[in-house]
């Protein structure tokens, strides 16, 4: 089987670079001067019975990140990073992931360090005997574990070059054992690039045995966490390699197959003779130290080599003696894991050759050499490996600092933008923050389509799909629908005993006119029926003269064919949210405006005001920030103002006057200052429109006394897919978080805490 | 109380014209010879016992049609055309309704006439002691009664002017006690206009007491329908009302209150004590004739006289003795309904009278006055009265000859477009329908929103909403969506293990060039991402040399930036309907084409193809007319033909690509045709989209051959909101009632027979 030739085929060259990712990584919490925590896995998130992506490893303080598994490098980062903004802002406030793979000092007594407090006892006994037979220190260390598989269309195309192997099963089983081959042989060479722990602190090693001067990879040595060296296993074939396991195991040299810490593992199924049974589906490797440069452990670049480096393994010849072949790979790699980081590594010439046979692929299987080029370069610079830098670092200010400041800068940016997702942070607000919910409370969060913002949910065998944040199943059809016609609306809120404002919608002046005396004693509106900034309203707030009548109507009649006359709502407008019957937030918009301070003009409050984390532009920030263009200068000079005014102390200076949130409002949560009665009508009211979820916008004269009677408060629209952000991260009063409610009402199961 | 001057206050002016209406109407069904018929109330009418629009009177073959209120005119007069269009398209194809308020000939043996067979016990008996007591001959009269209501507004803006009545509703009974009274003593001028019952056909008489001339209104006269002369009824006060009835019933000269037949009827709950207890809502008048010459036997103008009418009696002064006014108007009636209808009235110059303070009134309270002009001329010209109408057309070809083909045309024009729903025709055909079957099965059927297509449907306190015919809480709010999203939609079913497209979507030609290998070897089409009419599409049916691979792109990528290259499966493509588990229709859409028949041209073939009333334009019609435009004869040109071109008896030519039917294409159902594996696959399909609604559009090979494997069908998309007209009324093939199928949905309670 000569699978460089097959790699060359038409049919295979478009699937080469076809692949499944998946990460996981160790962190170890420590507080923000960089000691180890005492403290329990963060109780925000969800059970670790089940959560697929925050688990924890040996330790209680030891997290373990899982990704899903992702089509696509830039993919598996995302949720990587994503997972990261999660998992840190879950954790109490003084508390960072330590961004080593070596543990930071560690407590002199080794019954400080507790194990992981996990459910199930199996768990827990597990890790006791791992305890007692290699020590808690060692399990403290760090690392990320790589899940590559080749894409499937691939693997059938190169399939389809042969004709020895008869079923597609074996011959996949095939291409990993070669791969597991050439990686336990040629893995020395991503140790010597992504090595990254040169240095241990305080009380990881237990005697004097420890290396004299930095290293590599502590971690990848025999002072790693490694298996006792009487464990060998033959990789010859997989039938070879789970007899020999089998053996260990019966032996008592392993507890069991688990214990089996091979640099890269087969994997296929829960147990070793479910790879027997179904062939292997994809390999693991896990020597792969976590890279302090980048605050999620890994970068795009090094999983693209990595990627290029399993193409690279299947494309090279490998030795004739199976054994000899791996056990080769295990002297090189002991070498090179202990070398000086900043030395030449022995095996120059060895690296020299691969990276040489690297090109030469890329350039027969069209494939890009630029990268490969630039890791190249780092095999005779060895200062630019990543041991290197972490060595170099150290000298400057000692590794533990160095960490310390480290995580401290991934600390402060995964609050910086505390309403954003990153990895997802160019979809909607309401989106990102029910993915973090979903990632929170371990459910599983796949997004089908970014720019539609459509994603799917999965807690067990319950999916359910959720657009726009809240556009859910557990809406109807046509209760959305209605909501949009605000005629239908209004008509069924009144039979249903809702107060809606009345009005009239005319297409001509002579026919408005006629309707005056029904308004002309009561508080009313004029608006053209599309209407933007307000251009066109006239308010009356009394009892209207004919001609102030006509004048109103006219110059709504300017801007557009249909003008409505509507009774006007005296009171302020509130947006009430509600949610399968229960209101979880209310929030007051006033219109942009800055308060003063008796010394800082208009233009400089703006500014100021703009500083807020929370303003930023286009909706991709909860707030907006205050702008000083045509109409808030007239605004400004209707008050007798311009930007230059400078405000006294406290005074409040409206630079609109609409309250939208678009246009520089504040949001000011008043969720728990409204009277419960005019919650009770939202959701009544909402139930009468047979919704869900709904944005209901009441006005309301007086929030703090009790409803009595029809005039206490009216009812102005009814919105699907309501805002949720702004009432999330409102500018004043308490976030809401209502992404959280959706998941609850999307999985009861679940009892999500509050 | 002055009405007359409150009437003029300005407060009230504006609401003058707020009413609310409802019309019940009475027809004998007949067979097209206009022989009454022996066969029962219609199979496919839903239930008497609770239908709301379609009802028996007296008689079996007596159809009681009712409209729902309304709040203007223009709606009670459509929903009155809709029932009637329902009716006539319910009942067996030889009958017909008869357009006269005279019955047409009856039986010689009056047992041949059939009591209504209704469910309930009791409303047999009770027609039963109606026939002992008046005969069964004078139960076949028919009319309209017609229920008016004014205004909620106008009513407590009248109120509001006064200080005498203190509670709104003894001040609304009130009112209607003045028209009440005033309606009893003025209605000798609705019959004269209005009256329509000049002769009467064979055995209506039982002896010769009869008219020995033509009349105005037999039925408005001793020789209609009425009580025996000594019940008596006081219209002193809604009191002295409520004793005298009691009264009339305790002696045994009434079985109960609603044998007295009043030609106007105080309304405002089940039995005249709650009259009592809650005051008058609304009265019925119920001496107005069938207008034989509008087919739903009254007309906007007539109907808007009544409203003036109705305010007039309210303007205008009553007689003080209340008795002794009601009385005059009961000898008036009776002599103008006995006067002959050519002849001018004795009542002449009171008519001009009422006339003269009409228009006044107009005048006062700014009403138009042309309705009133026009009318009153017809107090000096009887021959435009419609009893005069009715006798002319006797004189000519005998009224019931002339009754016979006035039924006939009205019986046409219902089976003319059997799409259409008068009074809903301006709506989507899909919600005509919808709305054809609610009102066929008795389930409430208000239009909220026309142009929005949006309906309320009620059965019982079962309320639901539909928009666009098919758009129910039935489905959730998710799943439309995600249909709606091409992508999610192939990715959902394809996870599900459904044979979906396989492609890709490039944004560069380099980049679409790389895939070659891939789809080399198989069918594929290359198409830009938006594409119309077919242009920049190429399909490949086998292997594919890459030069004609990349010019397949250039042309794409003219087109467009994005371009899919995606499987081409090979079939038909159908449209399968899929509603609640079940394909209740699959239809075939072929592109638009014109048989040949040896002699006429492609023009002509045409022009007689779309003589078909299935066809129109703007989707107005189950079809589209077929155009000979531009890239039709582009189309004809690469067939080497032209408009003119002769094809060849049963030569089909096809006149375009696409199979759209809004481009002329046919509708053919295959629904009994395809095999029920395929079946199936559509109904699973749509289930995994989560959908109670859908049309799925599979590429079927062969739909006789039941499905084997991948290869035998694939699915191109889903649809949210399919359209159903076109399996309603296909081209070929038997139509498919969908929007039963919709309302066996929504109200599987009722247990709709298909």
Same mark, same amino acid.
């Given at each position: 089987?000569?699978?460089?030739?097959?790699?060359?085929?038409?049919?295979?060259?478009?699937?080469?670079?076809?692949?499944?990712?998946?990460?996981?990584?160790?962190?170890?919490?420590?507080?923000?001067?960089?000691?180890?925590?005492?403290?329990?896995?963060?109780?925000?998130?969800?059970?670790?019975?089940?959560?697929?992506?925050?688990?924890?490893?040996?330790?209680?303080?030891?997290?373990?990140?899982?990704?899903?598994?992702?089509?696509?490098?830039?993919?598996?980062?995302?949720?990587?990073?994503?997972?990261?903004?999660?998992?840190?802002?879950?954790?109490?406030?003084?508390?960072?992931?330590?961004?080593?793979?070596?543990?930071?000092?560690?407590?002199?007594?080794?019954?400080?360090?507790?194990?992981?407090?996990?459910?199930?006892?199996?768990?827990?006994?597990?890790?006791?005997?791992?305890?007692?037979?290699?020590?808690?220190?060692?399990?403290?260390?760090?690392?990320?574990?790589?899940?590559?598989?080749?894409?499937?269309?691939?693997?059938?195309?190169?399939?389809?070059?042969?004709?020895?192997?008869?079923?597609?099963?074996?011959?996949?089983?095939?291409?990993?054992?070669?791969?597991?081959?050439?990686?336990?042989?040629?893995?020395?060479?991503?140790?010597?690039?992504?090595?990254?722990?040169?240095?241990?602190?305080?009380?990881?090693?237990?005697?004097?045995?420890?290396?004299?001067?930095?290293?590599?990879?502590?971690?990848?040595?025999?002072?790693?966490?490694?298996?006792?060296?009487?464990?060998?296993?033959?990789?010859?074939?997989?039938?070879?390699?789970?007899?020999?396991?089998?053996?260990?195991?019966?032996?008592?040299?392993?507890?069991?197959?688990?214990?089996?810490?091979?640099?890269?593992?087969?994997?296929?199924?829960?147990?070793?003779?479910?790879?027997?049974?179904?062939?292997?589906?994809?390999?693991?490797?896990?020597?792969?130290?976590?890279?302090?440069?980048?605050?999620?452990?890994?970068?795009?670049?090094?999983?693209?080599?990595?990627?290029?480096?399993?193409?690279?393994?299947?494309?090279?010849?490998?030795?004739?003696?199976?054994?000899?072949?791996?056990?080769?790979?295990?002297?090189?790699?002991?070498?090179?894991?202990?070398?000086?980081?900043?030395?030449?590594?022995?095996?120059?010439?060895?690296?020299?050759?691969?990276?040489?046979?690297?090109?030469?692929?890329?350039?027969?299987?069209?494939?890009?050499?630029?990268?490969?080029?630039?890791?190249?370069?780092?095999?005779?610079?060895?200062?630019?490996?990543?041991?290197? !830098?972490?060595?170099?670092?150290?000298?400057?200010?000692?590794?533990?600092?160095?960490?310390?400041?480290?995580?401290?800068?991934?600390?402060?940016?995964?609050?910086?933008?505390?309403?954003?997702?990153?990895?997802?942070?160019?979809?909607?607000?309401?989106?990102?923050?029910?993915?973090?919910?979903?990632?929170?409370? *371990?459910?599983?969060?796949?997004?089908?389509?970014?720019?539609?913002?459509?994603?799917?949910?999965?807690?067990?065998?319950?999916?359910?799909?959720?657009?726009?944040?809240?556009?859910?199943?557990?809406?109807?059809?046509?209760?959305?629908?209605?909501?949009?016609?605000?005629?239908?609306?209004?008509?069924?809120?009144?039979?249903?005993?809702?107060?809606?404002?009345?009005?009239?919608?005319?297409?001509?002046?002579?026919?408005? !006119?006629?309707?005056?005396?029904?308004?002309?004693?009561?508080?009313?509106?004029?608006?053209?029926?599309?209407?933007?900034?307000?251009?066109?309203?006239?308010?009356?707030?009394?009892?209207?003269?004919?001609?102030?009548?006509?004048? *109103?109507?006219?110059?709504?009649?300017?801007?557009?064919?249909?003008?409505?006359?509507?009774?006007?709502?005296? *009171?302020?407008?509130?947006?009430?949210?509600?949610?399968?019957?229960?209101?979880?937030?209310?929030?007051?918009?006033?219109?942009?405006?800055?308060?003063?301070?008796?010394?800082?003009?208009?233009?400089?409050?703006?500014?100021?005001?703009?500083?807020?984390?929370?303003?930023?532009?286009?909706?991709?920030?909860?707030?907006?920030?205050?702008?000083?263009?045509?109409?808030?200068?007239?605004?400004?000079?209707?008050? *007798?103002?311009?930007?230059?005014?400078?405000?006294?102390?406290?005074?409040?200076?409206?630079? !609109?006057?609409?309250?939208?949130?678009?246009?520089?409002?504040?949001?000011?949560?008043?969720?728990?200052?409204?009277?419960?009665?005019?919650?009770?009508?939202?959701?009544?009211?909402?139930?009468?429109?047979?919704?869900?979820?709904?944005?209901?916008?009441?006005?309301?004269?007086?929030?703090?006394?009790?409803?009595?009677?029809?005039?206490?408060?009216?009812?102005?629209?009814?919105?699907?897919?309501?805002?949720?952000?702004?009432?999330?991260?409102?500018?004043?009063?308490?976030?809401? !978080?209502?992404?959280?409610?959706?998941?609850?009402?999307?999985?009861?199961?679940?009892?999500?805490?509050?």
């Amino acid at each position: 089987m000569n699978i460089k030739k097959m790699m060359q085929a038409d049919k295979v060259i478009p699937y080469l670079l076809q692949a499944r990712f998946g990460i996981e990584k160790e962190s170890q919490r420590v507080n923000l001067a960089g000691e180890l925590v005492t403290s329990d896995h963060p109780k925000t998130v969800g059970d670790r019975l089940f959560h697929p992506y925050i688990q924890t490893d040996f330790a209680e303080t030891q997290l373990e990140l899982v990704t899903p598994v992702a089509e696509n490098i830039t993919d598996v980062l995302a949720y990587l990073e994503a997972i990261h903004d999660v998992t840190q802002r879950s954790m109490p406030e003084n508390e960072m992931m330590w961004p080593l793979s070596m543990p930071p000092a560690l407590p002199e007594n080794e019954d400080e360090i507790d194990i992981a407090k996990l459910f199930r006892h199996e768990d827990v006994l597990y890790r006791r005997f791992l305890a007692r037979v290699y020590g808690k220190r060692k399990q403290m260390v760090s690392g990320i574990h790589f899940n590559f598989e080749y894409g499937e269309d691939l693997v059938k195309q190169l399939y389809r070059q042969q004709n020895e192997v008869v079923t597609l099963e074996k011959f996949k089983t095939e291409l990993y054992m070669k791969i597991a081959r050439n990686y336990l042989h040629y893995r020395w060479l991503v140790i010597y690039l992504f090595g990254a722990s040169p240095l241990s602190e305080a009380r990881y090693f237990y005697d004097d045995d420890r290396p004299d001067e930095p290293v590599r990879s502590i971690r990848s040595s025999r002072f790693g966490y490694v298996n006792k060296p009487d464990v060998v296993v033959s990789y010859e074939s997989l039938e070879k390699y789970n007899e020999d396991l089998l053996e260990n195991v019966e032996r008592g040299r392993l507890s069991e197959e688990k214990e089996y810490y091979a640099p890269v593992r087969l994997r296929g199924g829960e147990r070793v003779s479910d790879l027997i049974n179904h062939g292997i589906r994809y390999v693991e490797l896990r020597n792969i130290d976590l890279n302090p440069f980048d605050r999620i452990g890994i970068n795009y670049q090094e999983v693209e080599f990595l990627q290029y480096f399993m193409l690279y393994l299947l494309w090279t010849d490998e030795g004739e003696n199976a054994d000899k072949w791996v056990a080769e790979g295990a002297v090189r790699n002991e070498e090179v894991s202990l070398e000086h980081p900043l030395k030449e590594t022995t095996y120059l010439a060895e690296g020299q050759k691969i990276f040489a046979e690297m090109l030469e692929m890329a350039d027969i299987l069209d494939l890009d050499r630029q990268l490969i080029e630039e890791f190249a370069t780092w095999l005779e610079q060895p200062e630019k490996t990543i041991a290197a !830098r972490v060595l170099t670092a150290d000298k400057k200010e000692g590794q533990a600092a160095f960490a310390t400041d480290l995580g401290k800068k991934y600390y402060d940016q995964a609050y910086e933008k505390p309403y954003q997702l990153t990895g997802f942070s160019e979809m909607e607000l309401s989106t990102q923050a029910l993915l973090f919910d979903a990632i929170q409370q *371990g459910i599983g969060a796949e997004v089908l389509d970014r720019s539609d913002q459509f994603v799917r949910l999965q807690h067990g065998d319950h999916y359910e799909y959720v657009k726009n944040g809240n556009m859910t199943s557990r809406d109807t059809y046509i209760s959305p629908l209605l909501m949009a016609n605000k005629t239908v609306t209004k008509m069924v809120l009144a039979q249903a005993g809702f107060r809606v404002p009345q009005g009239e919608t005319f297409s001509s002046l002579m026919e408005a !006119r006629k309707a005056y005396p029904k308004f002309a004693q009561q508080a009313f509106v004029i608006k053209p029926k599309s209407t933007n900034y307000g251009i066109g309203i006239t308010i009356f707030k009394g009892e209207t003269a004919l001609a102030d009548y006509q004048t *109103g109507l006219a110059l709504a009649f300017k801007e557009d064919q249909e003008v409505i006359v509507e009774e006007f709502m005296v *009171g302020t407008e509130y947006r009430f949210f509600v949610i399968d019957g229960e209101v979880t937030a209310v929030l007051l918009r006033i219109p942009a405006n800055v308060v003063g301070d008796g010394k800082k003009t208009v233009k400089e409050l703006v500014t100021e005001k703009n500083q807020d984390p929370l303003r930023g532009s286009d909706h991709r920030a909860p707030l907006e920030i205050i702008q000083l263009g045509e109409l808030e200068q007239l605004m400004l000079k209707e008050q *007798g103002m311009t930007i230059q005014s400078v405000p006294a102390e406290g005074q409040q200076v409206f630079l !609109r006057e609409n309250s939208n949130i678009s246009t520089g409002g504040d949001s000011i949560d008043i969720t728990d200052e409204v009277d419960e009665s005019y919650k009770k009508i939202a959701v009544d009211a909402v139930a009468a429109l047979g919704a869900k979820i709904s944005g209901i916008d009441l006005i309301i004269p007086d929030i703090h006394k009790p409803y009595e009677n029809e005039q206490d408060y009216g009812i102005i629209e009814a919105n699907f897919n309501p805002a949720m952000h702004m009432h999330i991260f409102p500018y004043a009063g308490q976030g809401r !978080r209502l992404t959280q409610d959706v998941l609850t009402l999307l999985y009861p199961e679940m009892q999500i805490k509050r």
